[in-house]
């Protein structure tokens, strides 16, 4: 009989470890814990550039040499291209400018006024000043002043090389640089035809054919179908120059999903384009649909002028609606939890439906709301409250399965 009991008591002993080791594991599977995500909602288009674009062509006889990049500014009266005969004339005169711009820098630095002027002592301080503003104008992205640094910076080294006597001098080889220039001058010619820009604007040394038909007064009456037609092409007439662009203003057109109103009129996004590694500032200028809102037209408007942004018509666009960063909550794991409304008497006046997660704390199961700031394909993020105890918290157990919408 004593080895009876002791079997079943051993037995009963087991049965209840195996439960336990089973409904540990079991519930241990099923729940995820709640840490901190980090996404970043955006969509890619089609994006359509339009601007408020002028022809500029010229006689279409002889070879043109331009004096502005694209994207770059012109003033009324200022000479976008100069003409002339052939590219060898082009060829020279680039050499003259290269050659000119070496002698005055030499010039500078021989000058008996600098020299005689000139303490080591200053000289090293201006090298180390010129080497400051050389690295923050490139990081900054300022490669007109990077250049005017970069030459301070060689004048003041080289200034510095003369007056410790590790050189004698440049003079040789200013000699050798004028007599170089001489020769060329000899052989240059002066141009046949000047190009020069009636109105302030910007330029750009291309033309498409839809100069007249993507401006800013057209903008009510653009269509997606209008969208898809366009192409990225250039017209190859023997008499274009380029184009001016007028205003300060310009716009990409796209089409978009706007089923969930996401896209509203005056919020600010960033682009991304294929053809700038930097980010653009826009702003949502109109959103319309066409009788289905997963199909909207949306037009942003920008200001930012430079050479990547005048290369294309059309262009692959990522929209960035913004960074969001949250508790990373399972869509399978969403739930329903009716709550009572007591006013301030203590009455009861209704219920409300909120949205959140059952968690497991300890062996209790509790409802925590959660407050969804972005919605990814399978999950969401959640809104930390670290100053409210009925949200989700960082590092809860959040239950997957074996939960209905009761709790149960």
């Known amino acids: 009989m004593v080895k009876v009991l002791r079997n079943a008591v051993i037995v009963l002993f087991v049965v209840i470890f195996i439960s336990i080791v089973y409904n540990f594991r079991n519930r241990e599977s099923n729940t995820e814990s709640a840490l901190i995500s980090e996404a970043t909602a955006s969509i890619e288009f089609k994006g359509v550039f339009i601007r408020d674009e002028i022809p500029v062509t010229y006689s279409g006889n002889g070879v043109l040499s331009y004096n502005v990049s694209d994207g770059g500014k012109v003033g009324s009266g200022s000479v976008i291209a100069e003409v002339y005969s052939d590219e060898n004339q082009i060829v020279i005169n680039h050499q003259i400018e290269s050659l000119t711009k070496e002698l005055d820098i030499l010039e500078k630095i021989q000058n008996p006024g600098t020299l005689e002027s000139a303490q080591p002592s200053s000289v090293s301080a201006g090298i180390k000043e010129s080497y400051r503003n050389l690295i923050l104008c490139r990081d900054m992205g300022n490669y007109e002043a990077f250049s005017e640094s970069k030459e301070n910076l060689l004048v003041q080294m080289s200034t510095y090389q003369i007056i410790t006597n590790e050189v004698d001098g440049f003079e040789q080889q ?17 141009s046949v035809e000047t190009v020069k820009s009636d109105r302030p604007a910007y330029f750009v040394s291309y033309c498409d054919g839809y100069e ?34 007028e205003g300060y203003h310009w716009y990409i057109a796209g089409e978009v999903d706007n089923s969930r109103k996401e896209y509203n009129i005056g919020s600010h996004v960033k682009l991304r384009l294929e053809s700038s590694a930097e980010y653009v ?3 949502i200028y109109d959103v319309r649909d066409e009788g289905d809102p997963k199909r909207s037209l949306i037009i942003l408007e920008c200001s930012l002028f430079n050479y990547d942004l005048v290369q294309h018509r059309t262009e692959k666009i990522e929209l960035v609606m913004g960074d969001f960063r949250g508790l990373k909550v399972p869509r399978e794991a969403i739930r329903f939890d009716k709550q009572k409304v007591v006013d301030e008497n203590g009455k ?10 059952y968690i497991l704390k300890g062996e209790q199961i509790e409802f925590k709301k959660i407050d969804v700031i972005y919605e990814g394909s399978d999950y969401v993020l959640s809104k930390i409250h670290e100053d409210d105890s009925s949200y ?17």
């Open 174 to 190: 200013i000699s050798d640089l004028r007599s170089e220039l001489n020769q060329l001058t000899r052989q240059s010619s002066k």
């Open 212 to 245: 007249g038909e993507l401006t800013s007064k057209k903008l009510d009456s653009l269509t997606l179908d209008k969208i898809d037609e366009i192409k990225d092409e250039r017209k190859t007439d023997s008499n274009i120059v380029g184009k001016l662009v």
């Open 281 to 283: 500032d826009a702003v």
């Open 348 to 357: 009861t006046s209704g219920e409300v439906s909120l949205k959140g997660v």
């Open 392 to 408: 989700l918290a960082l590092y809860d157990d959040i239950m997957t399965e074996g939960v209905d919408q009761n709790g149960k």
